[in-house]
């Protein structure tokens, strides 16, 4: 199955700091997805983005989809950024469009006051 | 709008006991569902998928079976648990964009604890 490398794995940074998150995926995919893991639990969908840029307040996301990668930017950190960023794809001749996503391991962000 | 829901949030069953875990979703039809577990770390792993009532696609083989009976239906089901069925349990459902692509929205999740 496709891989999906996510790296720093974890991220300690001072509120107001920037911070650019990777993604590295093995083959092609034709769905790629940015979800933020809140402290209960629940995965907030961040980004739709299999290529291309798109922009929402302090965070943009970018995919080089011909490169295999894609990179989250979290501009002027808050506090409540704090938990776990994950990338998940699903690739592109998976043979049909049910296919779960695959999810990278995550990084886990702490913001500090 | 769309939204989806999952029960229990969270349960502490002993080991053999059974498990059913259900969620909803409404303001959709016939949409693709998804369970996922996430283990102790940070990974997610696909269970099961249903592309429709009574359709079962299983991912990983395990002590968990899922069953769909309604459109918009989706259980989670274990005869007898193990220790190692515990985790926090996720489901998910796809916003079609395309014929071949689509966005995942997920539940609150299920926290469960096999003692």
């Known amino acids: 199955g496709i891989q999906v490398e996510q790296s720093p794995p974890d991220l300690i940074l001072q509120e107001g700091a920037n911070s650019t998150l990777r993604c590295n995926f093995s083959?092609?995919?034709?769905?790629l997805q940015w979800f933020h893991q809140n402290p209960w639990g629940q995965l907030i969908n961040l980004f739709y983005?299999?290529?291309g840029t798109k922009q929402n307040g302090r965070l943009s996301a970018t995919t080089v989809a011909t490169e295999r990668y894609s990179l989250l930017y979290i501009s002027s950190s808050q506090t409540t950024d704090s938990g776990v960023y994950f990338c998940?794809?699903?690739?592109?001749?998976?043979?049909?469009?049910?296919?779960?996503?695959?999810f990278g391991k995550g990084t886990h962000l702490i913001i500090q006051p | 709008s769309q939204t989806i829901h999952q029960w229990p949030a969270t349960l502490v069953q002993p080991v053999g006991s059974p498990l059913s875990l259900e969620c909803t979703v409404e303001?959709?039809?016939?949409?693709?569902l998804y369970w996922y577990r996430q283990a102790a770390g940070r990974g997610l792993q696909l269970l099961f998928y249903?592309?429709?009532?009574?359709?079962i696609s299983s991912e990983v083989p395990q002590n968990l079976s899922a069953s769909r009976p309604q459109d918009r239906q989706f259980i989670l089901s274990s005869k007898k648990l193990l220790l190692s069925d515990s985790g926090f349990y996720l489901c998910?459902?796809?916003?079609?964009?395309?014929?071949?692509?689509?966005?995942?929205?997920f539940g609150e999740g299920s926290r469960l604890t096999v003692l």
């Open positions: 998940a794809v699903v690739r592109a001749d998976s043979g049909g469009g049910a296919d779960g996503l695959t």
């Open positions: 983005i299999p290529s």
């Open positions: 998910a459902w796809r916003r079609l964009l395309t014929a071949n692509t689509g966005e995942l929205f």
């Open positions: 303001g959709t039809s016939n949409p693709n």
């Open positions: 249903s592309v429709g009532i009574g359709q």
């Open positions: 083959d092609s995919v034709n769905n």
